[in-house]
Structures are given as C-alpha cells and as structure tokens.
C-alpha cells in the first residue's frame, strides 16, 4: 500500500465521522439554539418591562403616551405599537387610550 492510498483512506475514514459526529451533534446543537432563542426573548421582554419603557417613551406616539395598551416592540421590519392600533393611532389622541 502506497502514502496516496495510505491517506485517502485516512481522510475517507475522518469524513465518515465527521459525518456521524455532525448527525449526533446537529439535533444537540439544534436544542441549545432553542433553548437560547427563548432565554433570550424572555430576557429582551423582561428588560424591556423595565429598563426599556425609558427608551420607548422617546419612540412612543404622543397619543400613546402612558396608555395601557402600548407595546411598541419590533418584529422583523414592523413596530406593532398596540393591538388596537397595530401601526399606531391616525390622530393627534387616541379614542382607545388607557391609563
């Protein structure tokens, strides 16, 4: 058996379990993204609660300030400022406001 066929075997052998690794691991890595992605959102939402109102009420509509129903968190491209408004009132007040 030549070097050249000595190491393609190698290499052959090392792809075959990096192949088995990457079956085993994927599902493993897929669960910790999970894991991770949620513990992220929680927190986001969580300093959002507290920390983030000072920064949105600088973003929030002049008709929502204070109200109840204001969420202006962002979701991909769009702000949903609240679920009765979704892109936000179209007047100066908002007959909905809630303290």
């Given at each position: 058996?030549?070097?050249?066929?000595?190491f393609?075997?190698?290499?052959?052998?090392?792809?075959?379990?990096?192949?088995?690794?990457?079956?085993?691991?994927?599902p493993?890595?897929?669960?910790?993204?999970?894991?991770?992605?949620q513990?992220?959102?929680?927190t986001?939402?969580?300093?959002?609660?507290?920390?983030?109102?000072?920064?949105?009420?600088l973003?929030?509509?002049?008709?929502?300030?204070?109200?109840?129903?204001?969420?202006?968190?962002?979701?991909?491209?769009?702000?949903?400022?609240?679920?009765l408004?979704?892109?936000?009132?179209?007047?100066?007040?908002?007959?909905?406001?809630q303290?």
């Amino acid at each position: 058996m030549d070097l050249e066929q000595s190491f393609n075997e190698w290499v052959a052998r090392v792809e075959q379990d990096l192949i088995t690794w990457e079956a085993w691991a994927n599902p493993l890595f897929q669960q910790v993204d999970t894991v991770l992605e949620q513990w992220v959102q929680q927190t986001d939402h969580w300093f959002f609660e507290v920390a983030g109102t000072m920064e949105g009420e600088l973003n929030r509509p002049v008709a929502c300030q204070g109200c109840g129903f204001y969420h202006g968190r962002q979701y991909g491209e769009a702000i949903l400022t609240c679920a009765l408004h979704p892109t936000g009132p179209e007047l100066s007040h908002c007959r909905d406001w809630q303290a």
